[in-house]
């Protein structure tokens, strides 16, 4: 069936590293593809999103870009920052029969330490 | 402006109670959603409605109710819940009738429900 696989968190990282979150997915047609952010606290924000493949979505200094021929949707970032400590979730829309439904990955929460 | 707004931030409730959480959103979205989301997971969806009218029921129990006034309001009544049941209820909406164009569902800020 149709899913998203996140890479099992937490991820630690130190203030200015690289960080790549890897999502792929599982789905028939040619779903949108989405990143949210959920930081403590608080409820679910979009991050970025990407419609077509080939798409780079981008925001905050995130980027994605959606990967037809590897089904994937990885997440990166050049220097993070303490604020980015969250979690993040991606997730696909659009499936034949699916009118309103996202499938969600796991969630991967992201702890960036000073 | 992406902004859906929920009232209340938190609530707790005992299990013969009766509450409500409210929900707006002015961006003119046909479709809005109630999510409900335990610790450390992904959402789930409950309800949906679409032009004002009750499209998805994912066999929620009957101690959650949802009503959808008009357009830009959607209310989840709640009644003789389980402590089980507490977790942070999301709303949220989005354009047109579905979401395969690529269209985009904006969730709110949440609100934290306890039942003691």
């Known amino acids: 069936g149709d899913s998203v696989t996140q890479m099992e968190g937490p991820v630690t990282l130190s203030e200015e590293a690289f960080l790549t979150i890897n999502c792929t997915y599982t789905?028939?047609?040619?779903?949108?593809l989405f990143w949210y952010v959920q930081y403590p606290g608080e409820g679910l924000q979009l991050l970025l999103k990407a419609t077509k493949a080939d798409d780079k979505g981008s925001n905050k200094g995130f980027e994605a870009t959606y990967r037809k021929e590897t089904t994937s949707f990885h997440l990166e970032k050049g220097s993070v920052q303490v604020s980015d400590s969250a979690v993040y979730f991606c997730?696909?829309?659009?499936?034949?029969?699916?009118?309103?439904?996202?499938?969600w990955g796991a969630g991967t929460k992201l702890i960036i330490k000073p | 402006d992406t902004e859906v707004t929920q009232t209340p931030k938190h609530l707790v409730m005992g299990m013969t109670n009766k509450k409500s959480l409210k929900c707006e959103q002015h961006?003119?979205?046909?479709?809005m959603y109630w999510y409900k989301q335990k610790a450390k997971k992904p959402p789930e969806l409950m309800f949906v409605?679409?032009?004002?009218?009750?499209?998805i029921n994912e066999s929620v129990p009957s101690r959650f109710s949802p009503e959808c006034p008009n357009s830009s309001l959607l209310n989840l009544h709640l009644h003789a819940l389980q402590p089980e049941d507490s977790a942070l209820y999301l709303c949220?909406?989005?354009?047109?009738?579905?979401?395969?164009?690529?269209?985009?569902?904006?969730f709110g800020e949440g609100s934290w429900l306890t039942v003691v």
């Open positions: 961006m003119g979205h046909r479709a």
């Open positions: 789905a028939t047609g040619y779903p949108s």
């Open positions: 997730a696909l829309s659009g499936l034949p029969g699916s009118n309103y439904q996202l499938i």
């Open positions: 949220a909406s989005s354009q047109g009738d579905s979401l395969s164009s690529g269209n985009t569902i904006y």
């Open positions: 409605y679409s032009y004002e009218k009750l499209s």
